[in-house]
């Protein structure tokens, strides 16, 4: 790993005096994992790599869409058109910004069977990510082995962030014990979303990310922090003294979400897109390039290093990855999806 700064490429961030030298030699050896790479994991993982994070990991499950263009900044058209997961699109992007950086793409739906595996052996874990569920899960695995990790959402013009240092503030279930019921929260499905409250809470994400990691902590704003761009308006609600000694997960230590027992294929519809995701029970080892064969019959298939894409006449497409995960576009109806699914693909 990198144990040394440039000196030209970071002379401006050294030149800050409150993070200064030692700062940035601490950045250079913090290892990061960013929980999706939507519109907040592109404006996290962006700041990080090009600020000298020594080591940074990149969690996502979907592929590039033309949807995610207006404000998913490190993707192009041609990642569009290339089917290209947004992990592996995303690295590749940051790559070209700063060889210096040891950068990992996970293809991947982060869950209870591998979030130990994926998240446990992080400085510091920052969510990109666009769902309840997965949020509790990171919070967890946060809790369960002590690292801290930040916080961030954003739909329409609005969007929150706050910092979680396990042992010293309120985790997340302290503030929000359980998710919404469904349907009951604005998505970027059903409210939108406008690009610049990404950038703002991103930023935010970023910032406190590399306080965390060069060292200073005693500089976290230790609040939960709302911003209405739409409004212009920016809320810092002060989080001190909000830990519960009877939270299920930092105070009592139950990790439910993390020891969860997933039993049978899992659908979820992904946000902002016409998308259901059904997941195997265990993971699989599937044989693409047999299956391309195999699927000729059945529609249109292309094939890339990453995926198998099956495109059917009745205008639904069919995203295979070698572990058996699929998502099934055109549609978000988890029913519908579920049957053409198992026409296609069930023995």
């Not at 069977?113 to 899960?137: C, K, M, P, Q």
């Not at 916080?151 to 910092?163: F, Q």
Request: net charge neutral; glycine share 10%.
């Amino acid at each position: 790993m990198r144990m040394t700064v440039s000196p030209e490429r970071y002379a401006r961030q050294v030149r800050f005096s409150p993070f200064g030298r030692e700062g940035q030699e601490r950045l250079s050896r913090g290892f990061a994992v960013v929980v999706g790479m939507g519109a907040l994991g592109c404006v996290i993982a962006n700041h990080l790599v090009r600020a000298g994070i020594g080591r940074i990991r990149l969690i996502d499950r979907d592929i590039v869409a033309w949807s995610n263009l207006h404000r998913q900044s490190l993707y192009t058209e041609a990642d569009v058109d290339g089917g290209v997961p947004k992990a592996e699109a995303a690295a590749a992007r940051l790559r070209a910004f700063n060889s210096e950086v040891a950068i990992e793409a996970r293809v991947a739906d982060l869950n209870p069977r591998n979030a130990e595996r994926l998240l446990s052996d992080a400085d510091l874990i920052v969510d990109g990510t666009d769902h309840f569920a997965i949020r509790y899960l990171i919070n967890d695995a946060a809790v369960k082995y002590g690292i801290p990790w930040i916080y961030g959402g954003a739909v329409g013009a609005s969007g929150m962030t706050m910092t979680i240092v396990p042992g010293e503030t309120p985790c997340y279930r302290c503030l929000f014990p359980s998710p919404p019921p469904p349907g009951s929260a604005d998505t970027c499905e059903t409210a939108g979303v406008l690009p610049p409250i990404v950038d703002l809470i991103g930023s935010l994400q970023a910032m406190e990310a590399i306080k965390l990691l060069g060292g200073r902590k005693e500089r976290l704003h230790g609040a939960l922090i709302h911003a209405d761009l739409w409004n212009t308006e920016i809320k810092k609600m002060k989080t001190a003294g909000a830990r519960r000694e009877d939270c299920a997960c930092c105070g009592l230590r139950r990790f439910e979400y993390l020891d969860a027992d997933e039993r049978g294929d899992a659908q979820i519809v992904l946000c902002g897109r016409e998308t259901v995701q059904i997941a195997p029970a265990e993971p699989l080892r599937l044989d693409l390039d047999g299956l391309a064969d195999s699927l000729k019959s059945a529609g249109r298939v292309e094939r890339n290093p990453w995926l198998l894409r099956l495109t059917l006449d009745e205008g639904v497409s069919l995203v295979l990855f070698p572990d058996g995960r699929t998502l099934v576009q055109g549609t978000a109806d988890p029913e519908r999806a579920r049957r053409i699914y198992d026409r296609i693909l069930s023995p």
